[in-house]
T-cell receptor, first 116, second 118 residues
């Protein structure tokens, strides 16, 4: 079955440590996205990538970094520079423009990151 | 910049009753798409329904329907015959249909928490 996987579901880190969240998709989608969700804030875009080896900052990119070396994978690193890293992180992907469903985003199950 | 506003942080409805969730948006674009996503306690985001701005007919998906008022920039979701499984956060989202980009970025509202009461 095609879909998006995020691992792990729960992640715990000490303050000052970098941590990488995994996102893999087998939907053959070109575009991938990372969102952060906080209570009462909805979803806010961190980074997005339209093609391999290319990515752009979203609304809240400070303290985060990404890479896109493969079409299927779009890992997110939460660095020690991120002041409030504890949150729920969602990865999504979408088909290329002009294809069926291209305006929709398909989401993974999310990773809950807790930093203490 | 586009904005999406959901003015009802929380709502409740009796099982089998009908409930309407409100959403307004602000844009200067004429061609765009609107969505309602559902996030149950599992936190998996699920697309409920979508509406193309160029279509006058309101979208429906089984018990879910929308009231799309383009001039008023309003996009409400009606859930009929509410079921316990409808308990979730509901997010309204917007994207422009700009074909020059390689992807379509979504702007989300802050969500409405819906509780279905037995």
């Amino acid at each position: 079955d095609g879909g998006i996987t995020q691992s792990p579901k729960y992640l715990f880190r000490k303050e000052g440590q970098n941590v990488t969240l995994s996102c893999e998709q087998n939907l053959n989608h070109d575009a991938m996205y990372w969102y952060r969700q906080d209570p009462g804030q909805g979803l806010r875009l961190i980074y997005y990538s339209q093609i391999v080896n290319d990515f752009q900052k979203g609304d809240i990119a400070e303290g985060y970094s990404v890479s896109r070396e493969k079409k299927e994978s779009f890992p997110l690193t939460v660095t020690s520079a991120q002041k409030n890293p504890t949150a729920f992180y969602l990865c999504a992907s979408s088909p290329p423009p002009g294809t069926s469903g291209s305006y929709e985003q398909y989401f993974g199950p999310g990773t809950r990151l807790t930093v203490t | 910049a586009q904005t999406v506003t959901q003015s009802q942080p929380e709502m409740s409805v009796q099982e089998a009753e009908t409930v309407t969730l409100s959403c307004t948006y602000d844009t200067s674009e004429s061609n765009y798409y609107l969505f309602w996503y559902k996030q149950p306690p599992s936190r998996q985001m699920i697309l409920v329904i979508r509406q193309e701005a160029y279509k006058q007919q309101n979208a429906t998906e089984n018990r879910f329907s929308v009231n799309f008022q383009k001039a008023a920039k309003s996009f409400s979701l009606k859930i009929s015959d509410s079921q316990l499984g409808d308990t979730a956060m509901y997010f309204c989202a917007f994207t422009t249909a700009y074909s020059g980009a390689g992807s379509y970025q979504l702007t989300f509202g802050k969500g409405t928490k819906l509780s279905v009461i037995p």
